[in-house]
Every structure is written in C-alpha cells, then in structure tokens.
Nanobody
Framework: QVVVLESGGGLVSAGDSLRLSCVVSGSTFRLYAMGWFRRTPGKERELVAA????????TYADAVEGRFMIARDNAKNTMYLQMDSLRPDDTAVYYC?????????????????WGQGTQVTVTS
C-alpha cells in the first residue's frame, strides 16, 4: 500500500519562502520520477515541477522557473519543493505525484496521486 504525505504548506506573505516535503512509503521511491502539482478551485491540476528518478534531471512550469527548486533524497524516500519569492497566484493546494520509471514526463495523467495535498496561501 502506497502512502504519500505532503507537508510544509502554510499562510505567508508575498515574497516569503516555503519548503514543501513529500514522504512516500510502500513504493520503491528511487525508481520513479516524481512531480509537484497544484490545483486551485475551478482549475485542473497543473504540473509545477518534475524530477527524474535519480534526481539528475528536472523541469519547471514557466510560472515558477527561477523561483522554485525541486529536489529529492532517495535515501529518505522524500521529495522537496523549495519555493522562494512567493506570489499570490501561487496560492493552491500542492500535491506530489508518483510518475513512471526513470525520466520525468510532462503529462499530469502520467502521475498517480495518493496524498491529500498541502495548502499554500500567499497574501499580497
């Protein structure tokens, strides 16, 4: 049974930083690409950043490029999202998704979502 726990969200002001964490159990974490996604009411879940199984390759949505950084620690079955220079339009529920073996893929449908997400709210 796969268990995913996202944490680290909160209420912050524009320009602040947060670090999200995603701990995965019940899966061979190190074999799978992983991704951070977000969803706001009335909108589809969108890719924020993704990282390959080994951690050597990553990609970012244009809206967060240069402000967010994705990382993973396969020894701890944990993925992170460092979010700097937060903006009000970053407000969303953030989810981590488990992808396929090896390289990251850009399609949301390539990922499985098991966790409840963590709320990030950025005020102006």
């Amino acid at each position: 049974q796969v268990v995913v726990l996202e944490s680290g969200g909160g209420l912050v002001s524009a320009g602040d930083s947060l670090r999200l964490s995603c701990v995965v159990s019940g899966s061979t974490f190190r074999l799978y690409a992983m991704g951070w996604f977000r969803r706001t009411p009335g909108k589809e879940r969108e890719l924020v950043a993704a990282i390959s199984a080994g951690g050597g390759e990553s990609t970012y949505a244009d809206a967060v490029e240069g402000r967010f950084m994705i990382a993973r620690d396969n020894a701890k079955n944990t993925m992170y999202l460092q979010m700097d220079s937060l903006r009000p339009d970053d407000t969303a529920v953030y989810y981590c998704g488990i992808g396929d073996y090896g390289p990251w893929t850009p399609e949301v449908t390539d990922y499985a979502f098991w966790g409840q997400g963590t709320q990030v709210t950025v005020t102006s």
